[in-house]
């Protein structure tokens, strides 16, 4: 039986166009327009891979990501009109393990397929990922963080606030940024940022990293001196 591709995004004429260079290259190939169908078509068909596109209704690329990608879940290959790195390295960070940029070419995509799929039989998945800042221990995996060895409880929201910060150290990300790649939505608004900014610092009280302010701008995560 042909892998299974699934491919996600709300132009259908990308989507008749990147599925017709998969079905040449042998792929079964079915389609999704947006978020919702992307997740329930993931469930019922067990697709071998998703390209999967970032902009989308209903939950985003980058939430899905999180939601399907990383170890032990399904190969994703983003495609994104956005030229930010950061969005980029959010993606491979949130689970998907390569990306294209729009305008694209078809027979790139299907190269790109072949390879992911080619490693996801070699290795399996992705390992899991940690990330060490000052006495700061933050295991994307297990979702867990640490300082000395010693669990900091967080939420659901809050650990991803801190993994998100933990794998940008350093830069300076908005907050329509922090919307994006921790809520998937803007519809929460700027305030719900800045509240879980505040309890996450006065979390990490201690681990030797600090959130700083960088007024009108956005929020980065430092080492302490």
Known sequence: MPDVVLVADDD???VELVSLYLRRAGYHV?????GDETLR????SRPALVVLDIMMPGPDGLQICRKIGGRGGVPILLLTARTSD????AGLRLGADDYVTKPFNPEEVVARVDAILRRARVDGRHPPERFHLGRLEVDTDARQAAVDG???SLTPKEFDLLATFAGFPGVVLGRDQLLDLVWG???YGFRTVDVHVARLRE???GSGVRIE?????GYRLEEEA
Do not use: Q, S, Y
């Open 213 to 217: 302010t960088v007024w009108g701008t």
């Open 86 to 89: 950061i969005d980029k390295v």
């Open 203 to 205: 979390k990490l009280k």
């Open 185 to 187: 939505t803007a519809f």
């Open 150 to 152: 010693r669990a900091v």
């Open 12 to 14: 259908a004429h990308i």
């Open 41 to 44: 078509k993931v469930k019922e």
């Open 30 to 34: 079915e389609a999704a327009f947006d």
